[in-house]
Nanobody
């Protein structure tokens, strides 16, 4: 059974950092791209970042470029999203996506 489980969300002050994790199981995750999306209240889900197999190629939405870093472990089973210089507008539920499957999401709230 293909499964993605996110973790690492929470409440952080503006300018702070969080690292999200996405643990994949049930498929050979290392050969697939893994993506992060987010959905803020009242807004559509938006793409945040992608890391391709091998981890050499990474793409970012303009809104997070220079602040967020996507990575994956050597086995390719876990993807990470390091989020620095967080802003209130980064508040959202963050979702991991791979092979057409979505995780359950993890809430990130940036507030003073």
């Amino acid at each position: 059974q293909v499964q993605l489980v996110e973790s690492g969300g929470g409440l952080v002050q503006p300018g702070g950092s969080l690292r999200l994790s996405c643990a994949a199981s049930g498929f050979i995750s290392s050969i697939y791209a893994m993506k992060w999306y987010r959905q803020a209240p009242g807004k559509e889900r938006e793409w945040v970042a992608t890391i391709y197999s091998g981890g050499g190629t990474r793409n970012y939405a303009d809104s997070v470029k220079g602040r967020f870093t996507i990575s994956r472990d050597n086995a390719g089973n876990t993807a990470y999203l390091q989020m620095n210089s967080l802003r209130p507008e980064d508040t959202a539920v963050y979702y991991c996506n791979a092979v057409g499957v979505w995780g359950q999401g993890t809430q990130v709230t940036v507030s003073s």
